[in-house]
């Protein structure tokens, strides 16, 4: 896989190469594929939502965008820190 490398200094040149890497590093910034057993995690975390006074919509909100099914089991036990995060993410134009 081939790469760029872009070189700026304090006087504004600009020098530009060329490297080689021999990993694929883009696994690691992909989200895992959902499991059956995620998909019944998040089902179950939906309906507990509703207990907790939480909208069930934000739970797949926060999955939606990285949130693991334990962190947002955690979160649902402090619905004001979830809110938080999930405000967050609305403002930034997230939200569902």
Do not use: K, W
């Not at 200094?9 to 021999?22: K, V």
């Not at 998040?42 to 509703?50: D, G, H, V």
């Amino acid at each position: 896989m081939l790469g760029n490398i872009l070189r700026i200094d304090a006087n504004g040149n600009i020098e530009r190469s060329e490297f080689y890497s021999y990993s694929d590093f883009a696994r690691f910034y992909t989200f895992p594929r959902r499991t059956l057993h995620e998909d019944f995690q998040i089902e179950q975390l939906r309906e507990f939502a509703s207990c907790f006074g939480v909208d069930p919509q934000y739970v797949d909100l926060l999955y939606e965008n990285g949130f693991s099914a334990d962190e947002i089991e955690e979160l649902l036990y402090e619905p004001e820190e979830l809110m938080n995060y999930a405000d967050v993410l609305e403002y930034e134009g997230l939200y569902f």
